[in-house]
């Protein structure tokens, strides 16, 4: 079994069925409650009536990794680099693309403002 780290885009795409995301549910996948945080704004847009449920069922597709320091600076320099290349790059995608680089595991989204970067795993 492979481990990904899961941003927001990712989970969430596999919460609206895109089947490009089908083949990563059978892997182990990361993700910080940052990234929990910004799909539950989500899951109660899309399914108000079920939030609860729904996010109790992201949080058992996952396992949370807790952040350190060294992830908040290194999500920083990231983000930083990212906008003098005219980027737009979260900060939190930042420091979930840091914790997978400390992880050594790739980092699963759909943004494109991550396409080009190593240890991306790129799925639309």
């Known amino acids: 079994m492979s481990s ?3 941003d927001s885009y990712a989970l969430t ?8 995301y089908q083949t990563f549910q059978s892997e182990r996948l990361v993700t ?8 539950g704004f989500a899951v109660c847009r899309e399914y108000p009536t079920d939030a609860t ?7 058992k597709m996952v396992v949370i990794q807790e952040t350190r320091d060294e992830d908040y600076c290194a999500g920083a320099a990231r983000r930083k680099e990212a906008s003098g290349q005219g ?6 995608d930042c420091v979930g693309y840091s914790v997978a680089n400390r992880l050594n595991i790739p ?4 943004d494109r403002e991550f396409a080009d970067l190593d240890n991306v795993q790129f799925v639309r």
């Open 107 to 110: 980092f699963l989204t759909g």
């Open 53 to 59: 449920r729904v996010l109790k069922a992201v949080r």
């Open 87 to 92: 980027k737009k790059l979260s900060t939190i």
């Open 4 to 6: 990904f780290f899961a």
């Open 13 to 20: 795409g596999m919460l609206k069925g895109n089947k490009n």
């Open 32 to 39: 910080t409650e940052f990234n929990i945080c910004e799909v």
